[in-house]
């Protein structure tokens, strides 16, 4: 008799986590002991890590020319105005433009951050948002990402590269007095508008 009720409570001790998980709602998404935990629904957490590097370069080349030249010349008057010479003129025109321009952009961004999956796609896609804000002496800087991930591009240890984001929109601004200095001042930012 004392056997059964041990195996009964054994038995109840054992169902306990299984009828949590099922009144949790989170039934057949359950991780053993042996697998990692992935994002996987609305709330979960993800790291990214950031690594932008764009480079661009363009370049023109522009040459022209143009080059003219006429002559008119004239000898003595003829007839009864043979006093009088004839008018002579010569002429010569010549333009020439040489033009190279040249535009360099090199832009690296590097930064670790975790963001929440805010939905799920019909096909499972995850929909990411977050952002991350460092406050020194004053100065505030604000990295902001947005974007979709494929739940099987999310490695072992819950990270994801920020290359396989899709439709990743990444913002970084600054606010404080580095970025004040940084900045032109209103009048050299009319002259810039200007010319």
């Known amino acids: 008799m004392s056997i059964r009720r041990i195996l009964i409570v054994t038995l109840l001790l054992l169902l306990i986590p ?41 370049k023109s080349e522009s040459k022209q020319e143009k ?18 010479p004839l008018f002579g003129a010569s002429g010569e025109n010549k333009n020439s433009f040489d ?3 040249e535009n ?5 961004l590097r930064a670790k951050m975790s963001v929440s999956v805010v939905a799920v796609n019909d096909n499972n896609n995850l929909v990411i948002e977050g952002s991350r804000t460092v406050g020194i002496s004053n100065d505030r800087e604000t990295l902001t990402l947005t974007g979709v991930v494929r739940q099987r591009d999310i490695k072992p240890d819950n990270s ?19 970025n004040d200095v940084s900045r032109p001042g ?3 930012r009319f002259l810039n508008w200007l010319f």
Do not use: C, W
């Open 160 to 178: 994801i590269d920020s290359y396989l984001i899709a439709d990743a929109q990444i913002t970084y601004r600054g606010k404080g007095s580095i």
């Open 99 to 101: 033009g190279k321009g």
């Open 18 to 58: 299984f009828s949590l998980k099922l009144r949790g709602g989170d039934f057949g998404q359950s991780t053993s002991l042996f697998s990692d935990i992935k994002a996987h629904k609305v709330g979960d957490l993800l790291t990214v890590n950031i690594y932008e590097n764009t480079q661009a370069t363009q």
């Open 104 to 108: 360099l952009r090199n832009r690296d």
């Open 67 to 84: 080059a003219g030249k006429f002559s008119v010349e004239g000898g003595p008057g003829s007839g009864i105005l043979d006093f009088i």
């Open 186 to 188: 209103p009048i050299m």
